[in-house]
Each structure stands twice: as C-alpha cells, then as structure tokens.
C-alpha cells in the first residue's frame, strides 16, 4: 500500500483506481480493512510527540524565582551554611517533580479529551455502509459524503451530485469548488484544479458524493501541511495570560517590599547582610504566589475533565471560565431542545377517525391506540398506511446486537418505526412488493413515489405535504377529509399525506414515469419531535440562574409554538416571532427584549438576533449543529456545537462541543464554568492574603528591631511544602449548592475585586499581627529566639490550615461546609499538617528547619489563636450576605 501514495490519482480513471487499489465499488471486507490498516498506520495527521518526562522536569527550572534560589543556593554554600543549602536543593527538585507531574498529567488530560472529538466517516465495508472513526479508514475504503462533512482523507471521486467542497484550507481560495466525478487530468494539473479528488481536512459544503479513499495520515495533500507546521508555538489562553500578569504585578510587589524590609534590617538595625540577603530572598519567594500558575492549570484541568465526564468537551480553554458569565442561551429547536426524532404520534384516516401512537424517538418501542384502546390487529386502513410509509421510504432500520440502528431521512425513518408498530418491516414488505420505479423526493415537487407490483398490477404509492397530494387525490363527496391535516398543523405537528393508487398499463420502468394523479387519500401521520427528558427543568435553571434562554428554530410557528409551550418560554402565537416579522421590525433592540420565540428564521437573522443581544449587554452562548450555524458560533461570546449530529464546521467555530447535543447538558456546563471560576478566586485568596500576612509580619519584627522571626528555611518550608500542598487541593473543591441560583458576573470583572481586596487585607492583618504579637511576647516572656520561631512557624502552620476554610466560600460560613464535601481538600490539608509534625518530631526535621516538638499546652493556645482568622472573615460575611436567602454575591 505505501507504494501507491505518489500516484496521480486525479489523472487515473475510476476504474483504474479500483485496479491499484485492489478494491471496488462495494468497498473492502473488515478484515481486508483490518490488514491495511496494520500496513499503513491510523489515518490521522502527523503529530509532534510530546515531551519527555525529563524534558517536563528541566522545564520547571525555567522561573525567575527558581534562578533566585539557585543563587541563594550558592551564596550558601560559599559561606559553608550546607544545611540550608541542601534544603534549598531539596525544594527546588520537590518543586520541579510536581510542576512537573502536573504538566504530564495536563498532557494526558489533553490527548483524552482529542478521543473525544473524533471524525466518524461512512463507509461501505463488507457491502454495507456503516459508520466508524476516521482514524480507522484506509486506502481502498469507499466512502460517502454529504453536506456538513469534513472529509477524513484524500479520496477519488466515482460518484456526485452537486458536490460542492471548501478547499481553502489547502488552497486559500474562499469560493467553493463544484466537484465532478466524471473530470480526468493532465497530470501536471495543479491540486487547486483536481475537480474528481477531495482532500482530508476539506469540508463539504452542499451535494452528496461517494469516493474512494487513495490516501490517509501523513500520506494526504493536508499531512505534508501538518509536518511543516508541527513546530508552530500554540499561544497561552487569555486567562492564562491575565493570571501570569497578575503574578508578575505581585511578584514585583512583594520584591520591592523585600528588599525595603533588607535595607531597613541592615541600615536602621545592624542585621547581618549575608542573613538579610537570604532572608529577602526567601521572603520574595515565599510571600510570591508562584504556586498559582500550577493551581491555575490544576482548577482548570479539573473543571475539563468534570465537563468532559458530563459532556461537556472543552476546545478552548477560556471558554472553561467563560461559560460561568453566561447571560443568554439562544438554542436550536431540533436536537437541542428536543430529540431529534421524529415520532409519529397521530394517525386519521379519510373518514375522521383518529389514533394514537405512543412511544417515543426512532425506536419502535410503543402501540397505536384509538380511544385510549389497542386497537386490534389487520386493521385494512392502517396497514394500508403502514405497508404505504414502508415501500415509499428510503431509510433502514434494523434490529442488531440486541439494539436499534437507523440511516436515513428522519421522515423516513418515524414512517418505518411507525410501521413497525403495526407490525410491518421494510424487508420483508419489498420482497413481498418489489419496486419497479420510483420519483424521488426533491423540495421544489413536495412529494415522492414510489411504484410496486402489488396483485399483479403496478400499484404507485405516494407520500408528501398534504396540500400537494390534494392535487393528485380524487376529490371525495361530503366533508372535506384534508380539514384533519389543518387542525394537525395548528396543533405543531409536522403532517404527511399518503397515497395510493394503479399506475397506467403504459408505464415503462426504465424512464421517468409523469406525475401521478386520480390517487385514493390512504391517511395522514402527525408527526412531532418530542422534548428531552430533562429540558424543561434545565431552561427553569436558567430562569433561576438569571440566564435567559431563547429558542431559534427554521420550523413552523406552529411547530414551535407547541415546543415553547410545553418548556413554559410562550403561551400564545403573538409571542412567536417569525423570521419575517423580524425582517420587517425596525428596531431589533426593542424586539429582542420581550421575545425569546423565534421561528422560520434564516442562518443570516440567526446571526442578527446574536449581534443585537450582545451589543444589549448579553454575554451570549449560541448553538449551532448546521454549517449555516457557523456565522452565529463564531459571532457568539460562547459557541456551543452539537457532537453527535453536529456537522464538522460548527465544531470547528465552537469554542465547547456537547457530546449528547441535550440541551442539559449546556446548563451543567455553566455550573461548572461558575465552579471553576470560584475556585481560581479561592486559590489566589489563599495564596495572596498568606503571603501577605508573612510580609505584616516581618515587616513589623524588623521594624521593631526584633530578630528576624522566621529563617529562610522555614519561609521557604511554610510556602512552598505545607501551603504549596493546599493550594492545588483547594481547586478540586465542589461547587456550593446556590451555584445555579445567583446572578451571573459581568465578563469584565476583575478577579482579584473588592471583595477579595478586603477579605485579603482582612485575613492578612489577623494573621501576621497575632503572629507578630505571640513572637514579641515569646521573647519578652523570656523565651530563647529559636523556640520563639519553632512557635510562631506552628502557628503560621496552623493559620493557613484554619484559612483553608475561610477560602472555601465566598458567603457561606465556614461551619456550614462540612469537610467530608471535599476529600480531595481534607486529605491535602492533612498531609501538609502531618508534615509538618513530622518534621518536628523526627531527626532530619528538627535539624534541617531548626524546630522541636512542643508541649500539649503551647499546642493548645496555639490553636486557640489560629481560630482568631475565622471571626473577622465571618463577620465580614454576615455583614456582606445577610438577608440574602439564595447567598448572591454582592460585587461592587
């Protein structure tokens, strides 16, 4: 097979490329396809491995911060303080093996989540088409197209109609290309003009096709693209961004206080200058939050995974933290809201009887009733409708594995499962009745027909939109039978008329046969999409959320009336807006604020209706699953796109793709767009307002002369083992259950708001001056300065273990989250606790940070004082939140 890739394949007649192929037009057998696949490899672009786990290690060393303390490092080992030294070394490698381990497991998450968005390619495998991977497709495969595809691999055209494919991805050009399977080329031609070839990465754009698959992976026109593009730096997410400048700003903060600190220490006070060098050193490193890039992609990587287990797959990373701003949903009707598939639910005959169908979707799971009865079997006039929706079909349904599978049109495919609950099957119907000729279904006719042998004469069989078969029936005596399909339609139904009736002796079945006529009326199905189980209690959740959510839909008025009525989004057909009224109403702006209804809109008001709500101040999420979709996604502040029957173009403009395509979903996914956005506010809380609190406290020992109360060791041991540890644990916390019940923030909020600015300052200043207080009177009390400073390090210990549960909710108590809600946290907090005191009890420990254990006594008033950080912090709360049931936020 690696032969055959440099082929000319555009200048190679059809049936020369079975020929070198060794397949044909019925494709290739599974275990054919099986050994090829084996020869050439997966059929996916080239891709650059990732980087070694030493590579991931080195890469952690690549920080101002860590250049700082590999300086400290060898300033102390010039001066032979080995100890602190080797501590020093210690942290930098313990540092190195977690940032380390997170990027890795990043990168894993990251490959995972690549599995799920797979191309699926139809494809004719031992005679039948069926659908799989496009990894799995090999040279030889036939495959089919149809609009909204992106095509899986370089592929021969055999078959087209009104193919019409987007190249610009290999060859800039923006119009579309009109494909012809019949065209054969001079070699010499170039790619642009190769009308019988589509290539891998293209999209369809209008028509339908079949080729045969020539080459794949590395091997395709866009491959040799993917190697000259493999070494392109893929750029950092704004969030990122914004955080990295965050750090930069607090970083250059707490630097310039360092070294005020240091001058003050040495000029005003006499402090050793190497001691004080260290010792700024260590301050700047501890009081930065150079944890908070880590904890960062931690909260974000959590929150991927969690939306993705709900299914929810992330494709940009921002869109993680902004899918909590969510102001508007402007949903698709079909496959959204609703199912997806159409359900015959009412059957009349001419004569005004009426039945009804029960069951849901494309499985035949259900009866036909009529008053409330199951009605008896051979009835004459319904299988007279059934055997008709049968053999005037071109869909399959087939029982397989112990499980239902479809293809085809959704029209087609309820017609069938509708019939299967009279007990008629396709198969079986067509042996029994073999077509002889057939019209097929094109819009601008409204119906189809096909023509069957039935008792020895051809009988024709038709089916289409009630007002065109009205033409072809024979007009009956008394009351007019066509009255059902108008009240059907009033009700939302989509209506069908079927038809029967003798084809003239005169029919020729190998030319197109006229339009039939003197046709007797068989029925009418009404059909409908029925909700998803869950939709209605989602849009409430948005109500509550302060989400508005409009509906958008191509269907009728009617049609989507009847939805919005059952999802409590309208009640009467003046809250209906049409795609014509829209074009007729001067001003959107006041339109758009009294109706989220809106049907028969075209893809170009879609994107009017998603431009007027964002220019009111919405900050909206749109979803699409159509190519003419793609202009909305694009437009929208949040493109959502539909992963089962979404097409590859609105994938590839959204920003979040829905696995399911339930509108549900969606709302889970703003729950935890909001969760992960709490949690990076959590962690950045912790980390300032402790870092903050370590320079309060210096600050006021070395301005009141006193020895320094911390040792470089232990700042560095107090930020970067025990707090270092909580930090990423406090970015798995789960959501509160008020997340759905608070109003969503505006995008242009700063995360680092007043809020936090006070909460900071306020939990900063109780633990840096009760720590500076219990020093002072340690040492007036008498006690040597290395007790003092083993002291105030448990202390300090103790207060960001406190801290952890003022940082676990913005509004909510500390007493009213228990800590079992968050194993991940509680297990963080008590590994960073046990070190610690198992440093003081063991040898190393005790050595290393020049620490002991303490006594019962000094274990209990210090844990006495480091409840003091709760009482400002809930006061601040009660102060802030009270009288607000739901605990909304108060931002200002």
Not at 85 to 96: C, E, Q
């Amino acid at each position: 097979m690696q032969s055959f890739r440099s082929q000319p394949w555009h200048a190679r007649a059809s049936e020369t490329v079975f020929d070198i192929l060794q397949s044909s037009s019925h494709g290739l057998t599974q275990s054919e396809a099986q050994w090829r696949l084996q020869q050439v490899g997966a059929n996916h672009l080239p891709r650059q491995s990732g980087p070694s786990h030493w590579q991931l290690l080195l890469r952690q060393f690549r920080s101002p911060l860590i250049y700082i303390l590999g300086i400290a490092a060898l300033v102390s080992v010039a001066i032979g303080d080995l100890k602190d030294a080797g501590f020093i070394v210690a942290v930098l490698i313990l540092n190195a093996a977690i940032g380390g381990y997170q990027e890795w497991r990043a990168e894993q998450s990251s490959r995972a989540l690549q599995q799920l968005l797979k191309i699926r390619a139809a494809v004719m495998r031992d005679g039948e088409v069926c659908e799989i991977d496009a990894d799995d497709v090999v040279p030889g495969d036939v495959v089919w197209l149809e609009s909204g595809n992106r095509i899986p691999a370089d592929i021969r055209l055999i078959h087209t109609h009104n193919l019409e494919v987007d190249e610009s991805l290999l060859t800039g050009e923006s119009l579309t290309v009109l494909k012809h399977s019949r065209w054969i080329g001079e070699e010499s031609t170039p790619l642009a003009d190769h009308l019988n070839m589509v290539y891998a990465g293209s999209m369809v754009v209008r028509g339908r096709g079949r080729g045969i698959v020539v080459a794949t992976g590395a091997a395709t026109a866009v491959g040799q693209l993917a190697l000259d593009m493999m070494t392109t730096t893929v750029g950092k997410p704004p969030l990122l961004k914004r955080m990295e400048q965050f750090s930069q700003v607090v970083a250059l903060s707490v630097v310039i206080a360092a070294v005020g600190i240091a001058w003050l220490g040495i000029l005003k006070h006499g402090y050793n200058l190497i001691e004080m060098f260290l010792f700024s050193i260590a301050l700047a490193v501890s009081a930065i939050p150079e944890g908070l890039p880590v904890a960062l992609t931690v909260a974000l990587s959590v929150t991927t995974r969690r939306m993705a287990r709900r299914g929810v797959i992330v494709r940009r990373l921002p869109a993680v933290e902004g899918l909590g701003s969510c102001t508007l949903i402007a949903s698709d009707k079909t496959g959204t809201l609703t199912c997806n598939e159409l359900t015959v639910r009412q059957i009349y005959l001419p004569n005004g009887e009426g039945f009804e169908v029960t069951g849901e979707g494309f499985t035949p799971v259900g009866q036909v009733l009529f008053q409330g009865q199951i009605i008896t079997p051979d009835h004459v006039a319904l299988d007279r409708i059934a055997r008709a929706g049968v053999l005037c079909n071109e869909a399959d349904l087939h029982h397989s594995d112990g499980q239902w599978t479809w293809r085809g049109d959704p029209t087609d495919i309820a017609l069938l499962t509708m019939a299967h609950k009279l007990g008629w099957s396709r198969e079986p119907t067509l042996n029994l009745y073999p077509q002889v000729n057939e019209i097929p279904f094109e819009p601008e006719h409204q119906f189809a027909a096909t023509y069957h042998v039935i008792e020895n004469e051809v009988h024709v069989l038709v089916k289409g939109a009630p007002e065109r078969l009205r033409t072809m029936c024979e007009v009956s005596s008394g009351p007019s039978p066509w009255d059902c399909s108008h009240q059907m339609a009033k009700q939302g139904y989509r209506v069908l008329a079927l038809a029967e009736g003798v084809a003239p002796s005169s029919l020729d079945s190998t030319q197109v046969p006229p339009e039939p006529s003197k046709l007797k009326l068989l029925g009418f199905v009404g059909m409908i999409d029925p909700l998803r189980p869950g939709v209605k209690d989602a849009i409430a959740s948005c109500h509550a959320a302060g989400i508005a959510v409009w509906m958008i839909t191509g269907d009728h008025p009617a049609t989507a009336l009847a939805i919005a009525q059952d999802l409590n989004l309208a009640t009467t057909a003046s809250q209906v807006v049409t795609g014509q009224a829209l074009a007729n109403h001067s001003d959107m702006q006041q339109l758009i604020q009294t109706t989220c209804v809106f049907a028969r809109i075209a893809p170009h008001q879609k994107l009017q209706l998603v431009n007027a709500a964002r220019a009111s101040g919405h900050f909206v999420a749109v979803t699409g699953d159509g190519i003419n979709d793609a202009p909305a996604l694009r437009a929208a502040n949040i493109g959502i796109a539909m992963g089962k029957a979404g097409t590859d173009v609105a994938r590839e403009a959204a920003e979040l793709v829905i696995s399911n395509d339930n509108f549900t979903t969606i709302v889970t996914g703003i729950e935890e767009g909001r969760i992960a956005y709490d949690n990076i506010r959590k962690v950045i809380y912790l980390l300032v307002s402790t870092g903050a609190a370590e320079i309060i406290l210096l600050s006021l020992a070395v301005a009141t002369g006193l020895p320094l109360p911390l040792l470089p060791v232990q700042l560095l041991w107090l930020n970067l083992v025990t707090n270092g540890i909580q930090d990423v644990a406090l970015a798995f916390e789960p959501g509160e259950n008020a997340t759905l019940h608070r109003r969503p923030r505006s995008p242009r909020e700063p995360i680092f708001n007043r809020l936090m600015i006070e909460r900071t300052l306020l939990g900063a200043m109780v633990m840096g001056v009760v720590g500076f207080v219990t020093y002072n009177w340690m040492l007036a009390a008498g006690q040597p300065v290395p007790v003092a400073r083993n002291t105030l390090l448990l202390l300090m210990v103790l207060f960001e273990i406190v801290h952890i549960g003022n940082c676990r909710s913005e509004s909510k108590s500390v007493f009213q989250l228990s800590p079992l809600r968050s194993p991940i946290l509680l297990m963080g907090t008590t590994i960073a606790f046990l070190v610690h005191v198992l440093a003081m009890y063991m040898p190393l420990g005790q050595s290393l940070l020049a620490i002991e254990s303490v006594s019962l006594e000094t274990w209990g008033i210090l844990i006495l004082l480091s409840l003091s950080v709760l009482v400002p912090i809930e006061l601040h709360k009660l102060s802030r939140f009270q009288g607000s049931k739901d605990r909304k936020r108060a931002f200002h």
